[in-house]
Structures are given as structure tokens and as C-alpha cells.
């Protein structure tokens, strides 16, 4: 019998890439590669979470949408060649400030810096998910 291993990573991905998740009040990052400079990029900007769970703009009390619209200044800029030296930086020599305060985002971060690697590595263009 033959298992398409592949089919089943994506389809698992895909479902659980659906559920709902609670904002990190600590704040959220926009992550992007440069493949000149070989680098993965993690701005992280700041936000306030409303009791509807939405994300807000901490100076303007407005809600940040998810896709565009709003140009918001970095609260801090992370970079590193791979996955495991970003975390590194972030989750273990950040000592002025807490960037991530949820276990899940944390989590979710350790997979987009590998997802950025492996981009980086095989010449490919990376989408943040």
C-alpha cells in the first residue's frame, strides 16, 4: 500500500493552520527573508489586544488589520542566517524585553524561522503563514 507522506503533511497542516488562536499581548512579528544578504528578518512591533481579541495599535487605540493597510514602525528588528540562531537571540539573549509571552507563539515562531531557512536554502520565496 502506498502512503503519500506528503499529502498527509499538507492536508494536516492545512487543518490545524484553521483553528483559532489567542494573540500574544507581548505583541507579533512580520517575518521575510533576503536572499542577497542570506538573512531571515523578524520585525516585531508592539500591540495591545482588545476584549474582543483583537489586535490594536497601541498609540492609536485603532485595530491593526491582518493584511495591509497600516504602516507601523518596528519596536525591534531580529535577524539571523538560520531558524535556530533567531531563536536563540529572541527566546534566549533578549534580556531588555519580552517579545513573545505564549508558549504556542513561541512555537509557531520556531516553525516560520525554519520554514524561512529552508527558503533561503533552496533558492525559494517564503510567505509567512
Partial sequence: MFID???QIR????TLSKRHLDLDPAGYFIIYIDPQEGYIYAKWFTNAIDKR???LDPSTGQPIPARGGVKRE???IFRGRT???LCVEIFEECHTFQPVSQLGHAAYLGREFLR???ALVQGTAYTQD
Wanted: net charge negative; hydrophobic share 40%; glycine share 6%.
Fill in 11 to 14: 492536508c494536516i497542516d492545512t
Fill in 74 to 76: 518596528p519596536n525591534h
Fill in 116 to 118: 524561512a531557512e529552508m
Fill in 53 to 55: 481579541g483583537l489586535a
Fill in 5 to 7: 507522506w506528503a499529502e
Fill in 83 to 85: 531558524a535556530k540562531e
